[in-house]
Each structure stands twice: as C-alpha cells, then as structure tokens.
C-alpha cells in the first residue's frame, strides 16, 4: 500500500510566522505535490517536485517554497504566513512520468490567526 | 456534475440502491482520468482509473465510463452502503505540456441513507 503521511493533521500559527509542512512517501515515488483545497475552490496545486531538487511552479506558488533534499520527503514552506493561507493542505505523490496515478496524504488542516 | 460556487452537486440515495456520479471535463486532449473518494477531514482516496483507449473499465462495486464525444465520465457505485458517504471528485491528464499536473472537478457530496 502506498504510505503518504504528513507531518500534523492540524496546526495554528500567527500571522507572520514561518511555516514548514513537510510530507513523506514510502513508495519510492519520483513525483510529489503540494495542494490546497478550499470550499468552492476544489484542488490548487502550489509547487510539484519530479526528481531531488527539482521544483516546479504550480498554479498557485505565491507565497510558499517547498525543498526537496531526499526522494522521499517534500516540505512545503510559509515565509511569512498570512490570514489567506488559512486552508487544507495536502500532499500527494506519483511514479514517474505524468499520467499515473497520485496518492494522498491525509491532509494538514492550518489555521493563521 | 461540477460545482458552482461553495455549494457541491449533492446525490441523496438510500442504501443498496446504485449511484451514478458525473463528471465533466473541458480538454478534448485529456486522456487519462480518475476517481477519487473523499471522507470528512482525509485526504482524496484513490478509486479506479481509465485511459482514453477505453470506454469502460470496472472494479470492486465500481464502473467508470468514459464518452469522449461529449467528454463526460461517471462513476457507477453498486449496492451503495453508508461508507460511500463522501465527495467524490474527477480528475483529468493532459498529454503535451507539464504531463504531471491533474485537473480536478470540484467534486458531487454523495449521501447514503440508512
């Protein structure tokens, strides 16, 4: 089974503080992603990673960074977070190449006060 | 079908009745698509998948239909039980350009009724 797993379930963080969200897979996954979703919004992709050190923009990469040090973990970075980055935010990851399948991780609901 | 606005399309059914969910998708180049499942406070859940080759692909309780005339895909849930509650959502793959990014539907809340 594929194994996604994120670093909370939930966090709370202050206006202005910096944020890490870090995802890691099991399945020796080449891809991985970094997602939001919001009511009426559906899924965003923020940032995706096809190999170490490798990013890409999404469709909404203002205001994150993300790092990729080992294939097996993509972190997702708030420099500086902000009330409209309240949100669910969900990791993911795939095999290589573009039409497979990606797998979830359970999701880390932040709220920025 | 897709949502409009914050309110999901919504399918209200009793349990053991069959469900059938819709999904509409805009690129005529996509060609390969999923279902996904997603409970209350979890991340999407896989469900089956199908490639543009085929118009059908079937598995646990589960069918998926692919139309490419009109492009529309559904999902077919048999014997529905009150642990299919979720939203299901679509999600499409186009060839050409960045091959790694899915396009996801905005998802239909299906509703099991004891």
């Known amino acids: 089974d594929v194994k996604v797993t994120q670093s909370s379930r939930y966090l709370v963080k202050r206006t202005g503080e910096k944020v890490f969200l870090e995802c890691v897979q099991d399945m020796d996954h080449e891809n991985m992603f970094w997602y939001r979703q919001d009511p009426g919004l559906g899924l965003r992709l923020i940032y995706f990673?096809?190999?170490?050190?490798?990013?890409e923009k999404g469709d909404i990469p203002e205001g994150y960074s993300v790092s990729r040090e080992k294939k097996e973990r993509f972190s997702l970075i708030l420099e500086s977070a902000s009330t409209n980055q309240t949100s669910m935010y969900l990791c993911?990851?795939?095999?290589?190449?573009?039409?497979?399948?990606?797998?979830f991780g359970p999701g880390t609901r932040l709220l920025v006060l | 079908g897709e949502s409009v606005g914050l309110h999901l399309p919504t399918l209200s059914v009793q349990e053991g009745d069959n469900s059938i969910i819709n999904c509409a998708y805009s690129n005529s180049a996509s060609d390969y698509f999923i279902w996904y499942k997603q409970e209350s406070g979890k991340g999407p859940q896989f469900i089956i998948d199908?490639?543009?080759?085929?118009d059908k692909r079937q598995g646990q309780r589960v069918t998926v239909l692919l139309n490419k005339t009109v492009k529309h895909l559904s999902l077919q849930i048999a014997a529905t039980q009150p642990g299919d509650s979720a939203v299901y959502f679509c999600?499409?793959?186009?060839?050409?350009?960045?091959?790694?990014?899915?396009?996801f539907g905005k998802g239909t809340l299906l509703t099991v009724n004891p």
């Open positions: 199908i490639r543009s080759n085929m």
């Open positions: 990673s096809y190999d170490v050190k490798m990013k």
């Open positions: 993911a990851s795939s095999l290589a190449g573009g039409r497979e399948t990606q797998y």
């Open positions: 999600a499409e793959n186009t060839s050409g350009g960045s091959n790694y990014k899915l396009t």
